[in-house]
């Protein structure tokens, strides 16, 4: 029995530019918006979200909730406390059992509570898909 990996990265581009200072919805433009295509064929399929925010200055102020959705349906939802820190970064794991080939990926930033004024972020989102695969009688 043989295995062999491989791994898929979907970048979620162009990067997002949000003003913090109002509470407001950023998503990722329909015209970029990504689906797995035939990786949704795979029964297993392991994932990772990894996010990079970086805020244009620190804020004594505000909150956001990071989501990466597919079509209309959220994937998985992560709260970032604007006030942490200008770099702020992390992953989560995620599954994507049950997502359809068509459906578009999208990341949406949804700042809850505005932060100091003049506070703008950009945000870089990566969705990386493993696929291992066992060949047997070789």
Request: aromatic residues 6%; negative net charge.
């Amino acid at each position: 029995m043989s295995v062999f990996a491989g791994k898929t990265l979907f970048y979620f581009e162009p990067k997002m530019a949000v003003n913090l200072a109002a509470v407001a919805q950023t998503e990722t433009p329909t015209q970029m918006q990504i689906g797995l295509g035939p990786l949704s064929q795979l029964s297993y399929k392991p994932a990772t979200f990894r996010y990079l925010i970086r805020l244009s200055a620190a804020t004594a102020a505000g909150a956001a909730t990071l989501e990466l959705k597919a079509g209309g349906t959220v994937l998985k939802s992560i709260p970032v406390d604007l006030t942490t820190a200008t770099v702020i970064e992390g992953q989560a794991g995620i599954t994507l059992a049950g997502v359809a080939g068509e459906a578009e990926l999208s990341v949406n930033l949804n700042v809850t509570t505005a932060a100091d004024a003049g506070t703008t972020a950009t945000v870089d989102t990566v969705l990386a898909v493993e696929q291992p695969t066992v060949v047997t009688g070789c």
